[in-house]
């Protein structure tokens, strides 16, 4: 079946510092890629997304390419600040017309920036 | 923004209860969904409702839950008799359309003792 695999967490670092969060995924076909953001005490906000190979989705500074070839969607920021502590989770939508929209998350990874 | 709004935000229930937690999706939009997460595990699916009905539900969502649509505007879900490991929060999604991507309400905390 469909899967996301994030890598370990936690992530802790210091402000302006480079972020990558690597997201795998295993899926038939070309599914749409997601990276959802889940701050302390709130739900779950689409941060970025990307619907086929090559593209990039981007959003406050964060962007990920969806690349057919290595089956990933990293994550990446050039600098981060203390606000971006939060869980991060990739997602996929798989190909196709018979999921109806059903999202696939990965683990989770927690992100804290200290200043 | 238009917002998805889930109420309660926290709900305490002892096990065996029923209860209901209640959705109002954005109103433009056709796909509805639940999810759930237990505390310090993946965002996990429960269902999915398209067109008035149930379109795929996992293994999780077994004879003791239930989804309504009543008025066109709310989107419950119902678990008619909790256990302890129904603890979790649980999250309201809706979509426009299958790829786009969600909006998430806020959740629930459901506690059952």
């Known amino acids: 079946g469909d899967s996301v695999t994030q890598m370990e967490g936690p992530v802790t670092l210091s402000e302006e510092a480079f972020l990558t969060i690597n997201c795998t995924y295993t899926a038939t076909g070309y599914p749409s890629l997601f990276w959802y953001v889940q701050y302390p005490g709130e739900g779950l906000q689409l941060l970025l997304k990307a619907t086929k190979a090559d593209d990039k989705g981007s959003n406050k500074g964060f962007e990920a390419t969806y690349r057919k070839e290595t089956t990933s969607f990293h994550l990446e920021k050039g600098s981060v600040q203390v606000s971006d502590s939060a869980v991060y989770f990739c997602a996929l939508i798989p190909a196709g017309g018979t999921s109806y929209g059903k999202l696939t998350f990965g683990q989770g990874t927690i992100l804290t920036v200290h200043p | 923004e238009p917002e998805v709004t889930q109420t309660p935000s926290h709900q305490v229930t002892q096990m065996g209860q029923e209860v209901i937690l209640r959705c109002v999706p954005i109103?433009?939009?056709?796909?509805f969904y639940w999810y759930r997460q237990i505390l310090g595990q993946k965002v996990e699916f429960l269902v999915s409702?398209?067109?008035?009905?149930?379109?795929?539900k996992s293994e999780i969502f077994d004879d003791q839950f239930s989804v309504e649509r009543p008025d066109g505007s709310n989107f419950t879900l119902k678990i008619r008799s909790t256990k302890l490991e129904d603890s979790a929060m649980y999250f309201c999604?809706?979509?426009?359309?299958?790829?786009?991507?969600?909006?998430f309400g806020s959740g629930t905390r459901l506690t059952v003792v």
């Open positions: 109103s433009n939009h056709l796909y």
């Open positions: 999604a809706s979509s426009e359309g299958q790829y786009y991507g969600y909006t």
């Open positions: 409702f398209y067109n008035n009905e149930i379109s795929e």
